[in-house]
Protein backbone atom coordinates (compact mmCIF):
# COMPACT_ATOMS: atom_id res chain seq x y z
CA UNK A 1 0.00 0.00 0.00
CA UNK A 2 1.08 3.51 -0.88
CA UNK A 3 0.94 6.60 0.82
CA UNK A 4 0.25 9.90 -1.43
CA UNK A 5 2.55 12.38 -1.09
CA UNK A 6 1.54 16.12 -2.60
CA UNK A 7 2.36 17.37 -5.60
CA UNK A 8 5.23 19.79 -6.08
CA UNK A 9 3.01 22.66 -6.95
CA UNK A 10 0.94 21.63 -3.70
CA UNK A 11 3.90 21.98 -1.64
CA UNK A 12 5.21 25.10 -2.66
CA UNK A 13 1.79 26.10 -1.75
CA UNK A 14 1.59 24.96 1.75
CA UNK A 15 5.15 26.34 1.89
CA UNK A 16 4.29 29.93 1.17
CA UNK A 17 1.31 29.65 3.27
CA UNK A 18 3.25 28.55 6.31
CA UNK A 19 6.07 32.17 5.42
CA UNK A 20 2.89 33.99 4.95
CA UNK A 21 1.13 33.21 8.16
CA UNK A 22 4.19 33.34 10.03
CA UNK A 23 5.36 36.80 8.27
CA UNK A 24 1.84 38.13 9.46
CA UNK A 25 1.98 36.74 13.11
CA UNK A 26 5.07 37.59 13.81
CA UNK A 27 4.65 40.99 12.48
CA UNK A 28 1.70 42.10 14.73
CA UNK A 29 4.04 42.34 17.89
CA UNK A 30 6.32 43.68 15.92
CA UNK A 31 4.48 46.31 14.80
CA UNK A 32 2.66 47.18 18.04
CA UNK A 33 6.80 47.22 19.48
CA UNK A 34 8.14 49.63 17.09
CA UNK A 35 5.10 51.86 17.17
CA UNK A 36 5.52 52.30 21.05
CA UNK A 37 8.76 52.46 20.58
CA UNK A 38 9.50 55.34 17.53
CA UNK A 39 5.93 57.29 19.04
CA UNK A 40 7.76 57.46 22.02
CA UNK A 41 11.53 58.88 20.93
CA UNK A 42 9.95 61.10 18.35
CA UNK A 43 7.61 62.51 20.54
CA UNK A 44 10.40 63.13 23.25
CA UNK A 45 13.08 64.05 20.60
CA UNK A 46 10.80 66.70 19.53
CA UNK A 47 9.39 68.14 22.47
CA UNK A 48 13.37 68.80 23.70
CA UNK A 49 14.91 69.85 20.65
CA UNK A 50 14.66 72.91 21.72
CA UNK A 51 17.33 72.69 24.23
CA UNK A 52 19.75 70.49 22.07
CA UNK A 53 18.85 67.34 23.98
CA UNK A 54 16.11 66.23 21.57
CA UNK A 55 19.01 66.07 18.86
CA UNK A 56 20.64 62.89 19.89
CA UNK A 57 17.32 61.73 20.83
CA UNK A 58 16.05 61.95 17.53
CA UNK A 59 18.90 60.59 16.24
CA UNK A 60 18.94 57.37 18.56
CA UNK A 61 15.17 57.00 17.34
CA UNK A 62 16.20 56.98 13.95
CA UNK A 63 18.96 54.73 14.39
CA UNK A 64 16.39 52.38 16.46
CA UNK A 65 14.08 52.55 13.23
CA UNK A 66 16.44 51.49 11.09
CA UNK A 67 17.30 48.98 12.66
CA UNK A 68 13.80 47.71 12.53
CA UNK A 69 13.49 48.60 8.80
CA UNK A 70 16.46 46.35 8.21
CA UNK A 71 14.88 43.23 10.17
CA UNK A 72 11.60 44.00 8.07
CA UNK A 73 13.58 44.01 4.86
CA UNK A 74 14.75 40.23 5.45
CA UNK A 75 11.38 39.52 7.01
CA UNK A 76 9.32 40.95 3.73
CA UNK A 77 12.38 39.02 1.17
CA UNK A 78 10.48 35.85 1.76
CA UNK A 79 6.98 37.33 1.29
CA UNK A 80 7.52 39.08 -2.16
CA UNK A 81 9.98 36.14 -3.27
CA UNK A 82 12.93 38.04 -3.92
CA UNK A 83 15.80 40.00 -2.07
CA UNK A 84 15.29 43.10 -0.82
CA UNK A 85 18.53 45.27 -1.48
CA UNK A 86 19.31 47.13 1.25
CA UNK A 87 19.49 51.26 1.01
CA UNK A 88 22.60 53.62 0.90
CA UNK A 89 22.39 55.73 4.01
CA UNK A 90 23.75 59.54 4.01
CA UNK A 91 25.70 58.29 6.85
CA UNK A 92 27.61 55.68 5.24
CA UNK A 93 29.37 58.54 3.09
CA UNK A 94 29.59 61.56 5.58
CA UNK A 95 32.97 62.44 6.70
CA UNK A 96 33.76 62.45 10.13
CA UNK A 97 32.40 61.08 13.43
CA UNK A 98 29.99 64.39 13.85
CA UNK A 99 28.98 64.44 10.97
CA UNK A 100 28.00 60.61 10.39
CA UNK A 101 25.96 60.56 14.09
CA UNK A 102 23.82 63.57 12.88
CA UNK A 103 23.70 62.42 9.40
CA UNK A 104 20.48 60.64 9.74
CA UNK A 105 19.27 63.92 10.74
CA UNK A 106 19.52 64.98 7.09
CA UNK A 107 18.70 61.65 5.14
CA UNK A 108 15.52 60.84 3.62
CA UNK A 109 15.47 57.06 3.78
CA UNK A 110 15.97 57.21 7.67
CA UNK A 111 12.77 59.36 7.89
CA UNK A 112 10.85 57.01 6.07
CA UNK A 113 12.55 53.84 7.76
CA UNK A 114 10.62 56.48 10.83
CA UNK A 115 6.85 56.84 9.37
CA UNK A 116 7.14 53.01 8.53
CA UNK A 117 7.68 52.39 12.25
CA UNK A 118 4.79 54.35 13.06
CA UNK A 119 2.36 53.45 10.59
CA UNK A 120 2.92 49.53 10.10
CA UNK A 121 0.64 48.77 12.58
CA UNK A 122 -1.94 49.76 10.43
CA UNK A 123 -1.54 47.18 7.75
CA UNK A 124 -0.06 44.32 10.23
CA UNK A 125 -3.27 44.85 12.44
CA UNK A 126 -5.83 44.44 9.43
CA UNK A 127 -3.82 41.78 8.08
CA UNK A 128 -3.33 39.82 11.91
CA UNK A 129 -7.30 39.74 11.99
CA UNK A 130 -7.76 38.05 8.70
CA UNK A 131 -5.33 35.27 9.42
CA UNK A 132 -6.29 34.55 13.12
CA UNK A 133 -10.07 34.44 11.93
CA UNK A 134 -9.18 32.35 8.61
CA UNK A 135 -7.11 29.95 10.03
CA UNK A 136 -9.34 29.87 13.25
CA UNK A 137 -12.38 29.50 11.00
CA UNK A 138 -10.61 26.55 8.97
CA UNK A 139 -9.55 24.39 12.48
CA UNK A 140 -12.66 24.88 14.32
CA UNK A 141 -14.63 23.82 11.34
CA UNK A 142 -12.71 21.04 9.70
CA UNK A 143 -11.85 19.67 13.38
CA UNK A 144 -15.66 19.84 15.05
CA UNK A 145 -16.59 16.81 14.48
CA UNK A 146 -13.32 15.67 17.18
CA UNK A 147 -14.71 18.13 20.00
CA UNK A 148 -18.71 18.43 19.46
CA UNK A 149 -18.88 15.97 22.08
CA UNK A 150 -17.50 18.11 24.37
CA UNK A 151 -20.30 21.53 24.04
CA UNK A 152 -23.34 21.77 25.51
CA UNK A 153 -26.02 20.58 23.45
CA UNK A 154 -29.70 22.50 23.93
CA UNK A 155 -33.01 22.15 21.59
CA UNK A 156 -32.68 25.01 18.93
CA UNK A 157 -32.92 25.25 15.39
CA UNK A 158 -35.35 22.86 14.45
CA UNK A 159 -36.27 23.94 10.88
CA UNK A 160 -32.50 24.01 9.73
CA UNK A 161 -32.62 19.98 11.25
CA UNK A 162 -35.22 19.37 9.45
CA UNK A 163 -34.40 20.58 6.56
CA UNK A 164 -31.20 18.85 6.44
CA UNK A 165 -33.20 15.89 7.23
CA UNK A 166 -32.12 15.15 10.71
CA UNK A 167 -34.26 14.76 13.56
CA UNK A 168 -32.17 16.46 15.84
CA UNK A 169 -29.88 19.67 15.79
CA UNK A 170 -26.50 17.27 15.93
CA UNK A 171 -26.67 16.18 12.45
CA UNK A 172 -27.28 19.87 11.03
CA UNK A 173 -24.27 21.66 13.42
CA UNK A 174 -22.04 19.05 11.80
CA UNK A 175 -22.86 19.70 8.38
CA UNK A 176 -22.77 24.13 9.02
CA UNK A 177 -19.78 23.56 11.14
CA UNK A 178 -18.30 21.12 8.03
CA UNK A 179 -19.23 23.40 5.22
CA UNK A 180 -17.44 26.26 6.90
CA UNK A 181 -14.44 24.81 7.86
CA UNK A 182 -14.24 23.78 3.88
CA UNK A 183 -15.36 27.57 3.08
CA UNK A 184 -12.69 28.82 5.38
CA UNK A 185 -9.66 26.36 4.40
CA UNK A 186 -10.95 26.81 0.33
CA UNK A 187 -10.09 30.59 0.78
CA UNK A 188 -7.48 30.35 3.39
CA UNK A 189 -4.51 30.85 0.90
CA UNK A 190 -5.59 33.69 -1.51
CA UNK A 191 -6.82 35.75 2.06
CA UNK A 192 -3.59 35.12 3.35
CA UNK A 193 -1.59 35.60 0.64
CA UNK A 194 -3.75 38.91 -0.15
CA UNK A 195 -2.90 40.42 3.59
CA UNK A 196 0.73 39.35 3.79
CA UNK A 197 1.49 40.98 0.22
CA UNK A 198 -0.66 44.14 1.76
CA UNK A 199 1.71 44.38 4.81
CA UNK A 200 4.32 43.40 2.73
CA UNK A 201 4.27 45.86 -0.04
CA UNK A 202 3.58 48.99 2.44
CA UNK A 203 6.99 47.73 3.89
CA UNK A 204 8.43 47.79 0.43
CA UNK A 205 7.42 50.95 -0.74
CA UNK A 206 8.53 53.14 2.41
CA UNK A 207 11.41 51.16 3.17
CA UNK A 208 13.33 50.18 -0.21
CA UNK A 209 10.82 52.02 -3.05
CA UNK A 210 13.13 55.27 -2.83
CA UNK A 211 16.56 53.26 -3.38
CA UNK A 212 14.61 51.43 -6.12
CA UNK A 213 13.84 54.52 -8.43
CA UNK A 214 17.18 55.77 -7.55
CA UNK A 215 18.85 52.24 -8.54
CA UNK A 216 16.33 52.13 -12.32
CA UNK A 217 17.75 55.73 -12.86
CA UNK A 218 21.41 55.12 -12.39
CA UNK A 219 20.71 51.78 -14.45
CA UNK A 220 19.07 54.00 -17.33
CA UNK A 221 22.31 56.36 -16.97
CA UNK A 222 24.49 53.63 -17.35
CA UNK A 223 22.63 52.25 -19.88
CA UNK A 224 22.72 55.78 -21.52
CA UNK A 225 26.86 55.85 -21.16
CA UNK A 226 26.99 52.27 -22.49
CA UNK A 227 24.93 53.41 -25.69
CA UNK A 228 27.26 56.42 -26.16
CA UNK A 229 30.18 54.68 -25.89
CA UNK A 230 29.02 51.87 -28.07
CA UNK A 231 28.48 54.65 -30.55
CA UNK A 232 31.74 56.41 -30.31
CA UNK A 233 33.63 53.38 -30.68
CA UNK A 234 31.42 52.89 -34.06
CA UNK A 235 32.54 56.18 -35.13
CA UNK A 236 35.78 55.58 -34.21
CA UNK A 237 35.84 52.06 -35.57
CA UNK A 238 34.44 52.95 -38.88
CA UNK A 239 37.22 55.91 -39.09
CA UNK A 240 39.93 53.52 -38.60
CA UNK A 241 38.30 51.07 -41.58
CA UNK A 242 37.99 54.06 -44.18
CA UNK A 243 41.87 54.91 -43.27
CA UNK A 244 43.00 51.43 -43.79
CA UNK A 245 41.13 50.69 -46.97
CA UNK A 246 42.05 54.15 -48.20
CA UNK A 247 45.62 53.23 -47.30
CA UNK A 248 44.97 49.78 -49.08
CA UNK A 249 43.93 50.96 -52.08
CA UNK A 250 46.51 53.43 -52.34
CA UNK A 251 49.58 51.34 -51.72
CA UNK A 252 48.17 48.71 -54.07
CA UNK A 253 45.15 48.84 -56.80
CA UNK A 254 45.86 52.42 -57.15
CA UNK A 255 49.75 51.89 -57.73
CA UNK A 256 49.57 48.95 -59.78
CA UNK A 257 46.39 51.10 -62.31
CA UNK A 258 48.60 53.92 -62.52
CA UNK A 259 51.27 51.54 -64.07
CA UNK A 260 48.70 50.03 -65.99
CA UNK A 261 48.20 53.36 -67.71
CA UNK A 262 51.93 53.60 -68.42
CA UNK A 263 52.08 50.29 -69.68
CA UNK A 264 49.64 50.74 -71.74
CA UNK A 265 50.62 53.99 -73.49
CA UNK A 266 54.26 52.72 -73.71
CA UNK A 267 52.45 50.04 -75.59
CA UNK A 268 50.73 52.34 -77.76
CA UNK A 269 53.57 53.71 -78.77
CA UNK A 270 55.47 50.53 -79.75
CA UNK A 271 52.85 49.21 -82.47
CA UNK A 272 54.36 51.44 -84.90
CA UNK A 273 58.28 51.05 -84.32
CA UNK A 274 58.42 47.42 -82.57
CA UNK A 275 54.99 45.34 -82.29
CA UNK A 276 56.91 42.07 -80.50
CA UNK A 277 57.88 44.90 -77.68
CA UNK A 278 54.57 46.35 -78.11
CA UNK A 279 52.90 42.42 -77.27
CA UNK A 280 54.91 41.79 -73.95
CA UNK A 281 53.85 45.04 -72.42
CA UNK A 282 50.37 44.15 -73.41
CA UNK A 283 50.94 41.16 -72.10
CA UNK A 284 52.51 42.46 -69.13
CA UNK A 285 49.61 45.11 -68.34
CA UNK A 286 47.28 41.90 -68.91
CA UNK A 287 48.94 40.37 -65.54
CA UNK A 288 48.52 43.75 -63.94
CA UNK A 289 45.35 43.99 -64.45
CA UNK A 290 44.87 40.06 -63.21
CA UNK A 291 46.92 41.43 -60.15
CA UNK A 292 44.96 44.39 -59.40
CA UNK A 293 41.40 42.54 -59.56
CA UNK A 294 43.09 39.62 -57.48
CA UNK A 295 43.90 42.71 -54.77
CA UNK A 296 40.20 44.19 -55.15
CA UNK A 297 38.81 41.30 -54.46
CA UNK A 298 40.62 40.72 -51.28
CA UNK A 299 39.33 44.31 -50.31
CA UNK A 300 35.72 43.69 -50.75
CA UNK A 301 35.84 40.45 -48.39
CA UNK A 302 37.43 43.02 -46.01
CA UNK A 303 34.49 45.51 -46.26
CA UNK A 304 31.48 42.50 -46.58
CA UNK A 305 33.26 38.73 -47.11
CA UNK A 306 29.74 37.91 -49.25
CA UNK A 307 30.78 34.14 -48.18
CA UNK A 308 30.14 35.35 -44.48
CA UNK A 309 26.31 36.87 -46.14
CA UNK A 310 25.67 33.52 -47.84
CA UNK A 311 26.85 31.13 -45.84
CA UNK A 312 27.42 32.16 -42.04
CA UNK A 313 30.31 32.80 -39.51
CA UNK A 314 31.57 28.77 -39.52
CA UNK A 315 31.88 28.69 -43.46
CA UNK A 316 33.65 32.52 -43.03
CA UNK A 317 36.38 31.17 -40.72
CA UNK A 318 37.07 28.04 -42.35
CA UNK A 319 38.12 30.25 -45.69
CA UNK A 320 40.26 32.47 -43.55
CA UNK A 321 41.87 29.92 -41.69
CA UNK A 322 42.52 28.21 -45.24
CA UNK A 323 44.13 31.72 -46.82
CA UNK A 324 46.09 32.18 -43.63
CA UNK A 325 50.16 31.58 -44.00
CA UNK A 326 50.27 30.39 -40.26
CA UNK A 327 48.73 27.20 -39.53
CA UNK A 328 45.38 27.02 -37.75
CA UNK A 329 43.68 25.17 -35.46
CA UNK A 330 39.87 26.48 -36.07
CA UNK A 331 37.15 24.75 -33.72
CA UNK A 332 34.06 26.94 -33.98
CA UNK A 333 31.05 24.55 -34.54
CA UNK A 334 28.16 25.21 -36.54
CA UNK A 335 25.97 27.50 -34.18
CA UNK A 336 23.35 28.46 -36.17
CA UNK A 337 23.09 32.21 -37.67
CA UNK A 338 23.23 34.71 -35.64
CA UNK A 339 22.54 38.75 -36.19
CA UNK A 340 24.33 40.57 -38.80
CA UNK A 341 26.04 42.45 -36.29
CA UNK A 342 27.48 39.86 -34.08
CA UNK A 343 28.76 37.66 -37.43
CA UNK A 344 30.65 40.64 -38.69
CA UNK A 345 32.06 41.88 -35.43
CA UNK A 346 33.03 37.85 -34.73
CA UNK A 347 34.53 37.42 -38.43
CA UNK A 348 36.68 40.74 -38.22
CA UNK A 349 38.03 39.95 -34.59
CA UNK A 350 39.79 36.41 -36.33
CA UNK A 351 40.52 37.74 -39.64
CA UNK A 352 42.31 41.08 -37.96
CA UNK A 353 43.93 38.88 -35.61
CA UNK A 354 45.23 36.34 -38.37
CA UNK A 355 46.79 39.02 -39.72
CA UNK A 356 48.34 40.25 -36.88
CA UNK A 357 49.74 36.85 -36.09
CA UNK A 358 50.99 36.51 -39.98
CA UNK A 359 52.56 39.75 -39.90
CA UNK A 360 54.06 40.28 -36.25
CA UNK A 361 53.96 37.49 -34.20
CA UNK A 362 56.68 34.55 -35.98
CA UNK A 363 54.14 32.00 -34.56
CA UNK A 364 54.44 28.49 -36.03
CA UNK A 365 50.49 27.65 -34.93
CA UNK A 366 47.33 29.60 -34.26
CA UNK A 367 44.61 28.02 -32.39
CA UNK A 368 40.74 29.79 -33.27
CA UNK A 369 37.54 28.72 -30.90
CA UNK A 370 34.49 29.98 -31.17
CA UNK A 371 31.80 29.10 -28.92
CA UNK A 372 28.26 30.13 -27.69
CA UNK A 373 26.88 30.31 -23.71
CA UNK A 374 24.76 31.44 -21.53
CA UNK A 375 26.24 35.10 -21.99
CA UNK A 376 27.66 35.27 -25.97
CA UNK A 377 29.70 34.22 -28.51
CA UNK A 378 33.07 33.69 -27.29
CA UNK A 379 35.94 34.32 -29.56
CA UNK A 380 39.59 32.97 -28.94
CA UNK A 381 42.75 33.55 -31.15
CA UNK A 382 45.50 32.03 -29.29
CA UNK A 383 49.25 31.87 -30.71
CA UNK A 384 52.57 30.61 -29.71
CA UNK A 385 54.63 33.97 -31.19
CA UNK A 386 56.77 36.38 -29.58
CA UNK A 387 53.88 38.35 -27.25
CA UNK A 388 54.02 41.85 -26.94
CA UNK A 389 50.52 43.09 -28.62
CA UNK A 390 48.84 45.88 -26.99
CA UNK A 391 44.88 47.97 -26.95
CA UNK A 392 46.60 50.77 -26.54
CA UNK A 393 45.95 53.82 -29.10
CA UNK A 394 48.55 53.44 -31.94
CA UNK A 395 48.48 49.71 -31.93
CA UNK A 396 46.96 46.98 -34.74
CA UNK A 397 44.41 46.11 -32.31
CA UNK A 398 42.74 49.74 -31.13
CA UNK A 399 40.50 49.73 -34.09
CA UNK A 400 39.66 46.24 -33.21
CA UNK A 401 38.68 46.76 -29.86
CA UNK A 402 36.16 49.71 -30.95
CA UNK A 403 34.82 47.49 -33.34
CA UNK A 404 34.02 44.82 -30.22
CA UNK A 405 33.27 47.85 -28.20
CA UNK A 406 30.67 49.34 -30.79
CA UNK A 407 28.84 45.38 -31.03
CA UNK A 408 28.32 45.77 -27.10
CA UNK A 409 31.13 43.54 -26.78
CA UNK A 410 34.41 43.14 -24.48
CA UNK A 411 37.90 43.17 -25.98
CA UNK A 412 40.64 41.44 -24.22
CA UNK A 413 44.57 40.84 -24.72
CA UNK A 414 47.18 38.64 -23.03
CA UNK A 415 50.05 38.84 -24.74
CA UNK A 416 53.88 38.98 -22.40
CA UNK A 417 56.75 38.74 -23.68
CA UNK A 418 58.06 35.84 -25.49
CA UNK A 419 54.97 33.91 -24.01
CA UNK A 420 52.47 34.15 -27.33
CA UNK A 421 49.33 36.05 -27.28
CA UNK A 422 45.68 35.16 -26.15
CA UNK A 423 42.75 37.41 -27.84
CA UNK A 424 39.66 36.82 -26.18
CA UNK A 425 35.88 38.97 -27.75
CA UNK A 426 32.93 38.01 -25.96
CA UNK A 427 29.79 39.64 -27.84
CA UNK A 428 26.64 39.61 -26.58
CA UNK A 429 23.47 37.97 -28.38
Same mark, same amino acid.
Not at 220 to 233: E, G, I, V
Not at 356 to 363: E, I, L, Q, W
Given at each position: ???????????????????????????????? !????????? +? @??? $??? =? /??? #?? &???????????????????????????????????????????????????????????????????????????????????????????????????????????????????????? !????????? +? @??? $??? =? /??? #?? &????????????????????????????????????????????????????????????????????????????????????????????????????????????????????????????????????? $????????????????????????????????????????????????????????????????????????????????????????????????????
Amino acid at each position: MTTATPSAPARSLLRQLGIDTQYVLLGFPLGL !ITLVLCITG +F @AAG $LGT =V /VVW #VG &LPLLVATLAMSRGFAHLERLRIGAVLRRKIPHPLYRSSQAEGWFRRILAPLIDGQSWLDLVHGLFRFIPSTIAFCFVVTWWAGTLTGLTYPLYDWALPHTPENHGLSELLGFGDTTGARM !IVNLATGVL +F @AVT $LYP =V /VRG #VA &LLEALFAQGLLSGVDDLRRQVAEANAARDTAQLQKAAAVSAEATALRKLERDIHDGPQQRLVRLAMDLGRAEQQFAKDPEAARATVAEAIAQTRETLDELRALSRGIAPPILVDRGLQAALTALAGRCTIPVD $LEAPLVGRLAPEVESAAYFVVAESLTNVAKHSHANEVRVTVERNATGLLVTVEDDGVGGASLAKGHGLAGLDDRVRAAGGVLDVTSPDGEGTRLTAVLPL
